[in-house]
């Protein structure tokens, strides 16, 4: 006979409680939960279940837990214009791409993993024409830099936005080709690590009081502006690596 527990951290029983017995007959709910059966279905909601299974005998004796196993569960992106709208591990499934933003993220407690998928936009020609719109947002931080014609790249959207968000991990993307590769708008608490920005006007962006934030272990390459924030104060930026971008790393004033 067998018996199963499952919950949502390490040795918890909070969807499936490993407890049985104690029915005022003997043997009542002493044969374990499962009984005999050897597999169930749950509907559960995407995260991350830690489950394990002992055995009882034909005399009732129950066995310590068998190793504890770990079932990570996620909702799955596999185009652009998407909403994140609900907490939870989202995942790309494959490469998607975009004219305009991508993945905006609308829900507080979000994991993306794009699983090493790419996210591209669209580039709609290099030179001047981009001159004014990117020294605008230089002036906007306060930074001396100026935009030269030979180095700008004219992308729209955003790859991935977080506005008015916190608790957000953005990690394992290759973005490329947007406006803004990430942007945080008032958003907190949150992760970016692991991604590649390249080709982008600005690789991550933060405005509008994001705080509390930590960037790092990213490869941000051939961006005009690499990590540009704006009114945004106590994010920790570290151990990321920069690549032939105009301006790599500005803080502007905050």
Known sequence: YYNLRVGTCSECNDIISGVFGGFARPTGGAFGNMIQRTSIELSVQPDTYY?????????????????EQILVTFNPIGSCDINIDEPGLWKLTQDISSEGDCIEIKSDDVTLNCDGHTITGQIINTGAQYDNEINAALN????DTKARDDNITNATGNGVISEGRENIIIENCDIQSFSNGILFDSTDNSLIQNNKLSNNNLGIRMKSVSSENVVSSNIIKNNFGGIILTD???????????????????????
């Open 140 to 143: 906007d931080i306060g930074s």
């Open 51 to 67: 489950w394990s299974v002992q055995t009882i005998d034909t005399g009732l004796e129950k066995s310590s837990w068998d190793i």
């Open 232 to 254: 945004s104060s106590d994010n920790l930026i570290h151990n990321n690596m920069f690549e032939n971008n105009a301006n790599a790393l500005d803080f502007g004033e905050n």
